[in-house]
């Protein structure tokens, strides 16, 4: 079977640092990637990881330890414009697999 | 261009109708997504398309018939919706085998079946 699991909800301030975490559990998998969505928006590309470790993006980071099933996304230096739903997305054979979100609320 | 267009942005339909949704990629992708998303919730895939075929249909009920007439289109046809069909439905691409295979959507087209 296949199951994911990420926090429903996350609050911080502006400037804080906050991690979000994912384990997941499905067949055939190549890869964890994250998404953002703003409400009312379509979901954009963050970060994905391939292999076992950490991938940085500017502010955001990603990573993945294969052998827990379990990946996080890192948001340093929160901003205001942060406050969207945060998805991981295990990949499959052509596809994804979306998270139920995790939805970060930044307060000034 | 990075950008995946979809038409029309909303849709009222009625449960007798028949409507299309159309979306529009010049990435030069060859993998084409069709998702739908409930408010709150992640999106849900309902059919991929890999070079021009349907690679992958999660069970979507009949009423909902997709065609990829060419590598840079991607069409959802509708006919006797249902009410809890009212969602957003997304549009994707991406070029696959190239890694990252990340995807690209389209801003949606929000549908309300009355």
């Known amino acids: 079977g296949q199951s994911l699991e990420q926090p429903s909800e996350v609050t911080a301030v502006e400037g804080a640092i906050v991690q979000i975490n994912c384990t997941y559990q499905t067949s055939g998998f190549y890869g964890l990637s994250w998404y953002q969505q703003h409400d009312g928006g379509a979901p954009t590309f963050l970060s994905y990881?391939?292999?076992?470790g950490l991938e940085e993006t500017g502010r955001f980071s990603s990573f993945l330890s294969r052998s827990d099933s379990y990946g996080y996304l890192l948001l340093q230096e929160l901003q205001m414009k942060d406050s969207a739903s945060y998805f991981c997305?295990?990949?499959?054979?052509?596809?994804?697999?979306f998270g139920a979100g995790t939805r970060l609320a930044v307060h000034p | 261009d990075t950008e995946v267009t979809q038409t029309p942005k909303h849709l009222v339909m009625g449960m007798t109708n028949k409507k299309s949704l159309k979306c529009e990629q010049h990435m030069g992708h060859r993998a084409m997504y069709w998702y739908k998303q409930k408010a709150k919730k992640p999106p849900e895939l309902m059919f991929v398309y890999s070079y021009e075929k349907l690679s992958i249909n999660e069970s979507v009920p009949s009423r909902f018939s997709p065609e990829c007439p060419n590598s840079s289109l991607l069409n959802l046809h509708l006919h006797a919706l249902q009410p809890e069909d009212s969602a957003l439905y997304l549009c994707?691409?991406?070029?696959?085998?190239?890694?990252?295979?990340?995807?690209?959507f389209g801003p949606g087209t929000r549908l309300l079946v009355l």
């Open positions: 990881n391939a292999l076992d």
């Open positions: 994707a691409s991406s070029s696959p085998g190239t890694g990252k295979e990340t995807q690209y």
């Open positions: 997305a295990p990949r499959g054979y052509n596809k994804l697999i």
